[in-house]
Nanobody, 128 residues
Framework: QVQLVESRGGLVQVGGSLRLSCAAS????????MAWFRQVLGKEREFVAA????????YYSNSVEGRFTISRDNTNNTMYLQMDSLKPEDTAVYFC?????????????????????WGRGTQVTVSS
């Protein structure tokens, strides 16, 4: 089992920045690929960004590419999402997720159904 806990989100103005963190415990952190998803009430959970187990490869959705940066610190068992140039449409509950790194993950990294471990989510609100 892997336990994931997101940091508190918050209220940010348009154009502002916010950094989320996701603390992991349980199984060895460096064996797991990690991702951020977000969800707006009444909509599907949406892929935001992902990083492989070593932190050497990252992936982003088109909607956040160039504005968000995913990273991880395997020494401290923590993943981060630096969000810059925030827009009102970034308002959502943000979830971190983990899956065993491997061949299948590279094919399914953007699919929420492929991740067995999830945090509880944290609200990010961008006000205009």
């Amino acid at each position: 089992q892997v336990q994931l806990v997101e940091s508190r989100g918050g209220l940010v103005q348009v154009g502002g920045s916010l950094r989320l963190s996701c603390a992991a415990s349980g199984r060895p952190f460096q064996g797991y690929a990690m991702a951020w998803f977000r969800q707006v009430l009444g909509k599907e959970r949406e892929f935001v960004a992902a990083v492989n187990s070593m932190g050497t490869t990252t992936y982003y959705s088109n909607s956040v590419e160039g504005r968000f940066t995913i990273s991880r610190d395997n020494t401290n068992n923590t993943m981060y999402l630096q969000m810059d140039s925030l827009k009102p449409e970034d308002t959502a509950v943000y979830f971190c997720a983990a899956d065993r790194d491997g061949g299948n993950w590279y094919l399914t990294k953007a699919l929420s159904s492929s991740y067995p471990y999830w945090g509880r989510g944290t609200q990010v609100t961008v006000s205009s």
